[in-house]
């Protein structure tokens, strides 16, 4: 699979859209933000073209004047690429990540029971480092 650039504040909600919508027109992207927090359509209109520019989205086609675009890189490896950037910031160690999350109740007793059941299915695959 080919490296996932780095997707900023703005791309990341872009992005969502996308993900949630399918293909849209640059017209259509703004409408999944809140009213309050939408961003004017040549904001957008820069921003989709620098992901076009990143190879995160593609112009599937054009209608009338209307360019329409759909997501390149599922929200999956756009995640895993942003947590494993985040986690290289504490030295690739997730435990002072999950001590701060439990700590500021962000991380609750059956997250954490997911998670070793997650942790167990691995382990039973042959999938666990």
Do not use: C
């Amino acid at each position: 699979m080919a490296k996932i650039p780095n997707l900023t504040r703005l791309e990341l909600p872009i992005m969502d859209a996308l993900w949630a919508g399918g293909a849209l027109s640059i017209r259509e992207i703004p409408q999944s933000f809140p009213s309050e927090k939408r961003p004017a359509y040549t904001t957008v209109q820069t921003m989709v073209y620098r992901l076009e520019g990143k190879k995160v989205v593609h112009r599937l086609k054009k209608i009338s004047n209307a360019h329409i675009f759909e997501a390149l890189v599922s929200r999956q490896a756009a995640q895993r690429r942003l947590i494993d950037d985040f986690l290289a910031r504490f030295g690739g160690k997730a435990q002072p990540v999950m001590a701060q999350l439990i700590e500021t109740g962000r991380l609750s007793l059956k997250d954490i029971e997911d998670a070793e059941s997650t942790l167990r299915r691995l382990a039973k695959q042959g999938k666990q480092p």
